[in-house]
Structures are given as C-alpha cells and as structure tokens.
C-alpha cells in the first residue's frame, strides 16, 4: 500500500488547517486557474533527479492581497475547479461584453444629443 503524504503546508498546520476542510479552502466564485506542475521529490537516486520528473500534479493558482497564492488539488477536484474557472472566465466575458455595448450606447446617444442641440 502506498503511503499518503500530507501536502498541507507548514503554516497551513501551524494554523489547525485540516487536511479534511482544505476542500472548502477553494475560492467559490472560480478565480484563477487550473495548472499541472511536474515536481521532483528530493530524495538521492530518485529518476525525478536525472529526467521523470513525479507528476502531473494539479494546482489551483490565483491572487489574494496582490499574492499569488497556489493549492494542490485532488484528482475528483481537478474537474469540479476547471469548470468553476472556465464559468467565472465566461461570466466575466459577458459582462465585459454588456459594458462596451453599453459605453457604445451612451456614446451614440451624446453623440446624437448633440445633433439635436446643435452643440458642436
């Protein structure tokens, strides 16, 4: 049986963060990005020091208070936390989308108030 490693991180455990709630940890509104990282382990004579690097392990990376801030994800996570990225891309693009259209309106009804009023 393989052995498990707890990739909570030290101030993560420092906090009481448990590996059971870190799930709950993911930002809910979908920011950020879903990335597979290769990573070598550490240990001497292990393949990842030579060529294989171990993975791919996927991360969720976004930025908190100006940080990049990065969190391992289990494999029933990774497809829960894409679709919640690609949702707040395409929520965001909708609205980018409804201000230009928008800023054309307003822009088309000065211009033709302008017309009317004969300012210049």
């Not at 059971?20 to 004579?45: E, F």
């Not at 996927?58 to 919640?84: M, P, Q």
């Amino acid at each position: 049986m393989t052995k498990r490693r707890d990739v909570t991180s030290g101030s993560a455990r420092a906090r009481g963060v448990d590996r059971g709630k870190r799930a709950t940890a993911l930002p809910k509104d979908g920011r950020g990005t879903v990335a597979a990282q290769y990573v070598r382990c550490g240990k001497s004579g292990c393949r990842c020091l030579r060529d294989a690097l171990h993975g791919p392990y996927f991360y969720l990376f976004w930025r908190e208070g100006g940080r990049l801030r990065k969190r391992y994800l289990r494999a029933e996570e990774v497809d829960a936390a894409r679709a919640a990225c690609a949702a707040r891309r395409a929520r965001d693009a909708r609205r980018r989308a409804a201000l230009a259209a928008s800023r054309e309106l307003w822009r088309s009804l000065t211009a033709r108030l302008k017309e009317v009023t004969g300012d210049a």
